[in-house]
């Protein structure tokens, strides 16, 4: 052998970088991931109760004062800081979103996968149902069942969950169908693996990419929902702070204070905004058909 060729330096195999650095160099997901956190940290404040004043608390001397030194955002008809009630709504609206998500995303997610792997009339009767559900418009299946079990914030997180449920079961078991053909689940099989085992081990983890990629959706989906059905009533109950109720509140003042209305609806736009982002650069991270296309 050529002592020359022996001495010749070989390339270094490149490394892929983790799935978060690419979701960093993604402008999508970049801009998402910082409204997200921002939205995440607001919430965490309103939870500890780090807020400039009390969300409740009143100064009648200050009614409908205009964004100043003493109240950043100003106060609203009652005296009540605007900047500390869009703070503690943040907190409602992150509990309501997390819950009620987690709810479906656990629910739908056991259905589809379920209702794939079975196959049969197993999968037939399950999807009939979750077709039933998708026949309705979202809001209107979300006032539905809120009208049926009342306003409040724990219905409003039931009303949400029962949703977004069908969403997540469709999610989940389009994957399953492609997984459970594969060879490696085949080869399970024979080797006398339980069908628990197939599901827990082979099945589940390669359904995850696309579940991820929806909860982030499903979260922008349930804090729009949620402020929707708190505009109308039927959500979060004043005088707790609801971002949907403060719009609902301060509409007929919109042409004499309007930062009651702007501050509120950017809340909500930015939030929903920084989700979906956040989703769409999750989507291109973890496809691995995206992936192939900028790979070329």
């Not at 943040?90 to 656990?106: E, F």
């Not at 492609?178 to 024979?190: G, H, S």
């Not at 982002?277 to 691995?288: C, E, K, Y």
Request: glycine share 10%; charged share 10%.
């Amino acid at each position: 052998m050529n002592a020359t060729a022996l001495s010749l330096p070989t390339e270094a195999p490149t490394r892929r970088p983790g799935a978060f650095r690419r979701l960093l160099t993604n402008l999508s997901g970049m801009v998402g991931l910082l409204l997200v956190a921002c939205y995440l940290l607001f919430g965490l404040l309103g939870a500890l109760g780090a807020t400039p004043y009390p969300p409740n608390e009143q100064h009648a001397r200050d009614r409908l004062q205009p964004p100043s030194a003493a109240y950043l955002l100003g106060t609203d008809l009652f005296g009540r800081d605007l900047a500390s009630r869009l703070i503690a709504g943040a907190t409602n609206s992150l509990r309501v979103a997390v819950t009620s998500v987690a709810l479906a995303g656990l629910a739908g997610t056991l259905l589809g996968i379920v209702a794939g792997f079975a196959g049969g009339w197993v999968d037939t009767l399950l999807m009939r149902v979750m077709d039933v559900f998708f026949a309705f418009p979202t809001l209107l299946l979300a006032l539905v069942v809120v009208t049926v079990l009342g306003p409040g914030l724990e219905n409003a997180i039931i009303a949400i969950a029962i949703v977004y449920t069908p969403i997540f079961a469709r999610v989940a078991r389009a994957p399953v169908l492609a997984v459970k053909q594969m060879e490696f689940v085949t080869a399970a099989r024979c080797i006398g693996s339980s069908a628990i085992r197939v599901l827990l081990r082979h099945v589940l983890p390669n359904t995850l990419a696309p579940l991820i990629v929806q909860i982030s959706l499903a979260l922008s989906w349930s804090l729009l929902t949620e402020a929707g059905l708190s505009f109308l009533g039927l959500g979060t109950v004043p005088p707790m702070a609801s971002w949907g109720v403060m719009l609902n509140e301060h509409r007929a003042l919109a042409e004499n204070a309007p930062w009651l209305i702007i501050y509120p609806g950017l809340a909500i736009a930015l939030a929903v905004l920084g989700f979906n982002l956040l989703g769409d650069g999750l989507r291109d991270v973890l496809d691995p058909r995206v992936q192939g296309r900028r790979g070329r």
